[in-house]
Structures are given as structure tokens and as C-alpha cells.
């Protein structure tokens, strides 16, 4: 299936690109838009560099310089001139425009920000709606989560958008603090940058209250820049103006691999990228999306974790954080579990008996509050992996 607003002049802007990037590929100006992708070859982070120009002549014309993290392999080069950061603001602005009010709302962005340009184009967008934003991280020795705690009650922060893994960090640290309590006016969090699942979100409103709004931010990258705006039920809205959506799979499989392209320039332009990432079409809410993460919903290993999540997320106390390891040949599960209130035989207890109830045929076994786990370190990773093969 192929997603965008206007298919025809879709179709005049990839071939104009496609022609600068594979000039080798003889493009017809009468091919319709889906024979055209299909001619052109699928690209993956590593082939994106060759989007730069061999010469230099992109770094007089950057008004930011940014690169990927680099957790999955080489940082990738993701440098933004005035008008892609521009329309890159112009999309948070539209996500942020459906959850917050200006005069009413005021954010905390939680992120480390370095070469970051996704947080650039956020404090873009939010200084364009007139709605106050700080930046906070935790950095020891200079600002602690005692500083942060009272700088988002201070400023009487409503709105925290961060990853869902720096977020139960915070809160984690706030719970130990002993205010017994969240900033006093945090009532919304806006997640980004991992699956939120619909038990995440049980469970961030059982830590901050029944009340909240928890939902996903926006659905993007940084060379891909913002690509979806989230809502408030769990699903993503495609920008359709600006991009190209390929989602590819057989047909009778729920989830496809998302493939996307660019519509509007940029210094980096984005032809046919696979994300690796997958998502579900939900017919009800076309062109509405749910995303599945970097795993299809078929797979074993997919609906495997999801049930650990399901069952962590059942307790009757918040979960901060869980990480295990699990052997299929064994069927063995190993889970670590992080609650604030003492590491009570009951907690154990209760979680191996839902872990049997969903996964009936494993061997589980839990340890709560472990004394070596880096989830308690000072500063977390913004992204974290919670089950690993052994």
C-alpha cells in the first residue's frame, strides 16, 4: 500500500530525485508513482551518505549540524539547512497543537539534545506556539533529579516529552526523593522514540495519576526526520503532504515494513529509506497507523515480549523498570523488576504467577530491586532494550 496526499504530483517531485540520485536508472516522465518506486532500489542507513554531496559545499549552507546516535552501528551524518529544520518544526507544532494549549501548558523536554536535530525543530515548534519549554537532563554535579523535581514544580511544568525509558527514569527518581508525590502540576507526557504499549500506559498513569494524558508524541527519525503525529488513541496520523509512505508485506500479514520518501527538500533528501521499523493499517481509522516497533505482530518473539510486558505491567504497584533474559530452547525466563516500595517476597511472588498464567509452557523466575541493574545508574540511555536472547 502506498500513502501520500497527491500521488501524481508525488510522483513529478520522486522523479526529479530520483534522477539526481541514480542517474544510472532511465526514469519515464509518464511512470505513474507506484511502477516508479518500484524501479528505484530500497536504500538503508549505511546507503544514505551518499545523499551528501562529494564536495563540501553543504556545510556553508547548514544552519544545524546533527548526526544519528549510533547505538545500531556508524552515526550517520544528518545535517539540516533553514528550510528542512523549518518544515521539521512546522510538523511538531502540528503533533504538539493537539495535546497542549498556549497560557496553559508549559514543557520539560527530557533528552540529552546533543546532535539532536529533532530537539532542535521541538524548541522550534514550541517557541512558534508561544508555549514555554525548559530543557532538563540529568547531569551529575550539575543538575541532579532533586533539581529537576523542583524546576518542573517550580515553573509549574504540565508536560514532559521525552522517550517512555527516560521518563520511568525520572519518575523512578522523583518517587525516591519522598515528596510521595509527582511535580505538583505534571499531568501529561508526550512519548517518543520507542513502542508505547497499552500497558505502558496503565502503568504511567498508575505512577502520575488516572488522570493523565499519556500518549505518542510523534513518530520519526533523525534522518527521517517527523513523519507521523501521534493520538490520543495510541494510533499515528501520516504526514501525507510531505512524504511517501510504502508499506510493504504480504498481504496476508497484518504488519508491513514501513519504506518512506521525501516530498519537501532538504539538504539530505530522503529517497525510498527502509525505517526497518513496521507498522499495522487500521482500516476503521484509514490512513491511521499502529506501530509494532522494529519486530512484525506475527512474530513468535513479538507476542513473546508483549505478554512479559503485559503481565510486569499487571502488578499492583508501578513498574519502573523490568529487563530479563529468556532461552527458547530452555524455555526459561529471567526477569528483573524495579518498584520503589520494599522488594517484598509478595512482588516476586505475584509476578512469577502471572508470568505462568501468560506464558504457561516457561519456567520463570524474578528478581526484584536488584542490587546491580543499570537502570539505578545515574543517567539512563534515552532507548532501552528490556528482553535479550541468552
Not at 344 to 370: C, G, H, I, M
Request: overall charge neutral; glycine content about 6%.
Amino acid at each position: 500500500m502506498i500513502l501520500t496526499s497527491h500521488p501524481e504530483s508525488a510522483a513529478q517531485r520522486v522523479r526529479a530525485r530520483a534522477r539526481q540520485i541514480h542517474p544510472q536508472i532511465v526514469i519515464h516522465a509518464e511512470t505513474q508513482l507506484t511502477e516508479l518506486l518500484e524501479t528505484l532500489p530500497v536504500l538503508s542507513k549505511a546507503d544514505l551518505v551518499r545523499h551528501l554531496p562529494s564536495d563540501d559545499c553543504w556545510l556553508e549552507t547548514s544552519v544545524l549540524f546533527s548526526e544519528t546516535s549510533g547505538t545500531t552501528g556508524q552515526p550517520l551524518q544528518t545535517p539540516r539547512g533553514a528550510g528542512d529544520l523549518a518544515w521539521n518544526a512546522i510538523n511538531q507544532a502540528s503533533a504538539y497543537r493537539r495535546f497542549l494549549q498556549p497560557g496553559v501548558d508549559r514543557v520539560a523536554i527530557l533528552h540529552p539534545s546533543i546532535l539532536s536535530p529533532f530537539i532542535e525543530a521541538s524548541s522550534i515548534a514550541l517557541r512558534e506556539l508561544s508555549i514555554g519549554q525548559v530543557r532538563v537532563f540529568p547531569i551529575p554535579r550539575v543538575c541532579d533529579y532533586r533539581r529537576i523535581f523542583e524546576v518542573l514544580d517550580r515553573y509549574r511544568i504540565t508536560t514532559v516529552m521525552s522517550t517512555p525509558s527516560l521518563v520511568y527514569k525520572l519518575l523512578y527518581e522523583f518517587a525516591k526523593l519522598g515528596e510521595g508525590r509527582s511535580p505538583r502540576s505534571l499531568k501529561k507526557l508526550l512519548l517518543t522514540g520507542e513502542e508505547l504499549s497499552p500497558s505502558s500506559i496503565r502503568n504511567f498513569k498508575q505512577i502520575i495519576g488516572p488522570d493523565s494524558l499519556v500518549v505518542p508524541f510523534v513518530y520519526g527519525s533523525s534522518e527521517a526526520a517527523t513523519l507521523m503525529l501521534g493520538r490520543e488513541d495510541g494510533l499515528f496520523d501520516p504526514v501525507l503532504n510531505d512524504f511517501v509512505f510504502e508499506l510493504r508485506g504480504s498481504n496476508e500479514d497484518d504488519e508491513k515494513k514501513l519504506i518512506v520518501t521525501w516530498l519537501r527538500d532538504g539538504l539530505m533528501p530522503i529517497l525510498r529509506y527502509d525505517t526497518g521499523d513496521y507498522f499495522e493499517i487500521v482500516p476503521a481509522n484509514s490512513p491511521a497507523l499502529r506501530f509494532l516497533g522494529r519486530i512484525g505482530s506475527n512474530s513468535v518473539e513479538r507476542r513473546f515480549r508483549s505478554k512479559v510486558e503485559q503481565a510486569v505491567h499487571l502488578l499492583d504497584k508501578p513498574v519502573f523498570h523490568y529487563q530479563g533474559t529468556f532461552s527458547e530452547a530452555n524455555r526459561q525466563l529471567n526477569v528483573s523488576v524495579v518498584v520503589v516500595a520494599p522488594s517484598d517476597a509478595t512482588t516476586k511472588f505475584a509476578l512469577e504467577e502471572k508470568l505462568r498464567e501468560y506464558l504457561p509452557s516457561w519456567q520463570a523466575t524474578v528478581d526484584v530491586n536488584p542490587e546491580f541493574i543499570e537502570f539505578t545508574q545515574f543517567s539512563p540511555a534515552p532507548k532501552t532494550g528490556k528482553l535479550t536472547s541468552c
